[in-house]
């Protein structure tokens, strides 16, 4: 399809030469403007606006360059390309040309065939670049175009031409890059030399319209440089290909620089741990390390304060941590999100490591002042030196985040040094939660029961529901071995879910079997996570209802740790659970940091006194006056106490005397089967009657 109203601008100062171009020109539907001089020329685009201009370069004052240079005063060469035509072998004029601006040339005597390529060449790389502006890029692509490399691979001679600027971009003078095509190729970065060939032999073949590609090309300090480049083919009038001609650009900068702080991005960081890693199997002594940082509650900045401080603080801190180039010789990166890292290259010993992860904690240290507010922040610094055992970037990587994880459970703003112990941790985690899926699907795991005894008379009020887990290859496992892995992941939802129904259809078998007055009750525990499921309570009402068990039958037990959290979601979970007449109780008492205020104002009607007091009371010991404080505070609070731990007579007899009334503890029964809590409520009272009294 021939170009329809395309508007041209031919400069000739000969007149017949620029008749014969421009009717030539029109035939081809072309609407063409002529000027004869280069004044005119410029007086002509003052007032019109063309798509492409003609120039000839041989024209008295002012000259072919002279034109164009004031030309690019005002047009960039993407919003007006400029082809310049010029006297056979006169490369100095040519690459004067280019370098001012010119888009491309032809040579004269011209040759039509050639000239029209190159004329329907730049149009089209022009409408391709408007269709870019029109989505926004009009000043990236402004500034870029005036950058871009020119290269013209004459596919006859097999030559390739190079503007300066092209060989600029890789640190090359004119005369270090010549013109065979080996120059560009060979540059290609390997991962990239597939798909650069594909895409030329596409574009040459026919097969696709144009060549458009991004590839690594390498600098001459041996960097690699990202471009952009782009060309088409330029064919005789039967198709066949003569030369491919095209731009390059430079885009180095939005491959590897994260856009909001303008650190270097995951990509260049990763291929600088690429480098660095196989720096060190070349030189035996060579050393380096990475430090991931992640912010401790940089969510809840964001959701409190808003993103767009969120974005301020972590542009703030990127200003920080560049400090760390001239202090340490290292390299900072934003990686994602609240996410950094850190590249110590040729670190001298674990010394210097320390020091340098020292620094980032101080200089983070200081307030961040945004909008008026200070804000502070710490971070969490996961180290790994390599190389170690790592083989990939991805090993490294992963081995500092498990460090980095290591550093958050231990309270966070501080850094922990990746070891192997860690990496036999962060496998056997990795099986357990594997494992723990494979259970939960296939029904591993069971509910064992513990009762709580009234310490007046022996009798059982009620049982504690725990879980236990048939492990196929390790046979009967505790909850402290998997229920901080289950809650991290997100399991302890389905298996809490698993906890409360078996142990509620539990409970109603039981209190049809033994009906009482009061009717016996069940404890369950729930942990945090589960806490935050919005379908928590919906579960208890439904679970309640099959079983057909009273909500008043029903205990939840919660540590403290759950409070913490977030202490305005919790109460209004405990109220809905309250509101169904569930009773609600603090496990663990004592061990958390629950306030005073927290307990009067949320609905708990049981605390459970940890077995780490109770176990501390003999004569003397601190457990005792705590034991009696608890006990003197919940009586204010009129609140029920259970004492958990129980082991022996004498710790039951105690409790008793302190006006304790409710225990647990291994003293009356382990934890045990259905079964065996069943024959434990037949032979109700247990025989430890006498023992207390
Ligand atoms: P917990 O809720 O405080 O449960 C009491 C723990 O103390 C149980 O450990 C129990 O076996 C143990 N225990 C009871 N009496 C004695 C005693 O006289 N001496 C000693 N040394 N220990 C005693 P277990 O079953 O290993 O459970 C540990 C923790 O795991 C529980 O602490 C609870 O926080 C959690 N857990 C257990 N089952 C579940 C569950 O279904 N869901 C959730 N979310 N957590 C659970
Ligand atoms: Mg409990
Ligand atoms: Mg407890």
Avoid at 279 to 307: H, M, P, Q, T
Avoid at 644 to 666: D, I, S
């Amino acid at each position: 399809m021939e170009p329809k109203n395309e508007r041209l601008l031919v400069v000739d100062n000969d007149a017949s030469n620029l008749d014969t171009l421009a009717r030539r020109l029109e035939r081809y539907g072309f609407a063409v403007d002529r000027a004869s001089s280069g004044g005119e020329a410029l007086r002509h685009l003052d007032k019109t606006q063309v798509d492409l201009v003609l120039l000839n370069h041989h024209m008295p004052e002012p000259t072919g360059m002279e034109v164009l240079r004031r030309l690019r005063a005002t047009h960039t060469s993407s919003e007006l390309p400029v082809i310049m035509v010029t006297a056979l072998n006169d490369t100095g004029t040519v690459v004067e040309a280019l370098n001012i601006g010119a888009n491309d040339y032809v040579t004269k005597p011209l040759d039509f065939e050639v000239a029209l390529a190159r004329i329907r060449a730049q149009l089209s790389r022009r409408a391709a670049e408007h269709e870019l502006h029109h989505r926004d890029q009009r000043d990236a692509m402004a500034a870029r175009g005036s950058n871009d490399g020119l290269w013209d691979w004459n596919l006859e001679s097999n030559e390739i031409y190079y503007s300066r600027r092209w060989k600029g971009m890789l640190g090359c003078s004119d005369d270090e890059i010549d013109n065979s095509p080996a120059e560009w190729f060979s540059r290609i970065h390997p991962d990239d030399s597939n798909r650069v060939q594909h895409d030329l032999e596409a574009a040459i073949s026919g097969s696709s319209d144009s060549f458009e590609n991004e590839h690594r090309l390498q600098h001459k300090d041996l960097s690699w440089r990202w471009v952009l480049s782009r060309g088409k083919a330029i064919r005789t009038e039967s198709g066949e290909p003569l030369r491919l001609a095209g731009s390059q650009t430079d885009v180095t900068e939005s491959k590897i620089a994260d856009p909001l702080t303008n650190l270097p991005n995951r990509n260049l960081f990763a291929e600088r741990v690429a480098n660095a890693l196989a720096k060190s199997g070349r030189e035996a002594r060579y050393e380096f390390a990475v430090l991931l940082l992640d912010l401790d509650r940089f969510k809840v900045i964001n959701d409190s304060l808003g993103r767009l401080i969120g974005d301020e603080l972590l542009v703030g801190i990127a200003r920080r941590l560049r400090g760390i180039d001239q202090k340490f010789a290292a390299m900072p990166a934003r990686l994602s999100g609240d996410e950094f890292a850190i590249l110590m290259d040729d670190v001298v010993g674990l010394y210097h490591v320390k020091k340098a992860a020292a620094w980032v904690q101080q200089s983070l240290a200081a307030p961040f002042s945004l909008e008026g507010r200070d804000v502070f922040c710490s971070v969490s610094i996961g180290i790994v030196l390599g190389p170690g055992d790592a083989r990939t970037v991805e090993d490294i990587l992963r081995d500092a985040e498990t460090a980095m994880h290591r550093a958050k459970t231990l309270g966070g703003g501080r850094f922990e040094i990746f070891d192997n112990e860690m990496r036999k941790q962060a496998v056997a985690r990795l099986e357990l939660e594997t494992d723990l899926r494979t259970s939960l699907a296939k029904g591993d795991f069971e509910v064992y029961y513990q009762p709580k005894v009234d310490l007046d008379n022996g009798h059982i009020l009620g049982f504690e529901a725990l879980v236990r887990w048939n492990h196929p290859r390790r046979g009967l496992t505790l909850p402290g071995e998997f229920i901080a892995v289950a809650e991290e992941t997100g399991l302890i939802v389905p298996l809490g879910r698993f906890v409360l129904e078996q142990a509620c259809h539990q409970l109603g078998a039981w209190q049809k079997e033994f009906p009482r007055v009061p009717p016996i009750s069940m404890s369950v525990n729930v942990s945090f996570r589960q806490f935050r499921d919005t379908h928590l309570c919906e579960n208890v009402e439904r679970v309640l209802l099959e079983a057909g068990v009273d909500a008043g039958s029903l205990r939840i037990e919660l540590t403290e740790s759950v409070l913490m959290e977030d202490s305005a979601g919790a109460a209004q979970v405990l109220d809905r659970l309250k509101g169904i007449g569930v009773g609600l109780k603090i496990d663990d008492f004592g061990t958390g940091y629950s306030s005073l205020s927290y307990l009067c104002r949320l609905p708990f009607d049981t605390l459970k006194v940890d077995r780490s007091f109770v176990q501390d009371m003999a004569e003397g010991r601190d457990g005792l006056e705590i034991v009696k404080t608890v006990l003197a505070l919940a009586a204010g609070l009129r609140l029920t106490v259970v004492a958990e731990g129980v082991e022996t007579k004498e710790q039951a007899e105690q409790l008793r005397r302190l006006g304790c009334h409710y225990a647990q503890g291994f003293y009356f029964s382990r934890p045990v089967e259905a079964e065996a809590a069943r024959r434990l409520l037949a032979g109700d009272p247990l025989p430890i009657e006498e023992a207390v009294h």
